[in-house]
Structures are given as structure tokens and as C-alpha cells.
């Protein structure tokens, strides 16, 4: 059995901000946020690295995919949907931009998600099994 090589990754975005993006993402996600990394639950959980863009016309969130209303910058999965819905709720009592509300894919998992928005646009999406 070969050995495992990565443990974690992170993504890179980049902001028209930084210390309003860095204060969105304590203040609203719950991260921990350092002069580096923002973090909730480690880096194998929602780890991103936060870059300060030049320019604000240099923040490109993606677009929607071919069949897709929305485009998805990140997905974070979480163990069932029980955690699911109390992220939900924590979310947006605290103000987050829900993109779309908790729905379920019946047809792959099955699969519940949401998603939010950050304050450039980045699109986090959330989504776990049933458990079951």
C-alpha cells in the first residue's frame, strides 16, 4: 500500500479586500482567521487562503456550468444532514447571502445542499449524505 502524500488542500481567493473578507469570514463563517489562513475545522475542513486582489476587476468568481444556475467557487462536505441544517441555521442568523436553500438530490446519494455567497461573489456550496 503506497503512503498517503497529501493530507489536506486549501483554495486561493482572491479578494477586493482583505480585512473585510477576513472579518466576512470570522464574523459570519465562524473560521479562524490568521494573517494567512482562514480555517473552520483545520485544514481538512474549510481551509482557504485569502490574497488581496490588485485591481477589484481582478475578482473572478466562477461562473455557472453548462446546466448549472449557479457557479460554485468551492464545495465543503459535511458528515450528515443533521450538521448540514445546524451550519445552515448558524449561517444565516449571522447575515450570510444564501444562494439557494437546503434542497435534496434524490437521484445521487441522496444529497442535501446550500449554498451562500460571500462579500466578492465566491460561491460556497455545502452538501452531505443522509448519513444513512
Known amino acids: 500500500m503506497k503512503k498517503r502524500q497529501i493530507h489536506s488542500s486549501l483554495?486561493?481567493?482572491?479578494?477586493?479586500?482583505?480585512?473585510?473578507?477576513?472579518?466576512?469570514?470570522s464574523e459570519v463563517l465562524g473560521c479562524e482567521v490568521t494573517d494567512w489562513w482562514v480555517?473552520?475545522?483545520g485544514?481538512?475542513?474549510?481551509a482557504i487562503k485569502l490574497l488581496e486582489a490588485?485591481?477589484?476587476?481582478?475578482?473572478?468568481?466562477?461562473p455557472p456550468a453548462k446546466g448549472m444556475e449557479h457557479g460554485i467557487d468551492l464545495y465543503c462536505y459535511v458528515e450528515?444532514?443533521?450538521?448540514?441544517?445546524?451550519?445552515?441555521?448558524e449561517f444565516?442568523?449571522?447575515?450570510?447571502?444564501?444562494?439557494?436553500e437546503p434542497w435534496v438530490d434524490e437521484?445521487?446519494?441522496?444529497?442535501?445542499?446550500?449554498?451562500l455567497t460571500d462579500l466578492d461573489g465566491y460561491c460556497i456550496a455545502f452538501r452531505g449524505t443522509d448519513g444513512n
Open 80 to 89: 450528515n444532514w443533521q450538521a448540514l441544517d445546524e451550519l445552515y441555521r
Open 54 to 62: 490588485r485591481d477589484p476587476k481582478d475578482v473572478k468568481p466562477n
Open 107 to 115: 437521484n445521487n446519494g441522496p444529497w442535501k445542499e446550500f449554498a
Open 43 to 46: 485544514f481538512t475542513g474549510l
Open 11 to 25: 483554495k486561493v481567493l482572491v479578494v477586493s479586500d482583505i480585512e473585510r473578507a477576513k472579518n466576512y469570514y
Open 92 to 100: 444565516k442568523a449571522k447575515g450570510a447571502k444564501i444562494v439557494f
Open 39 to 41: 480555517l473552520r475545522d
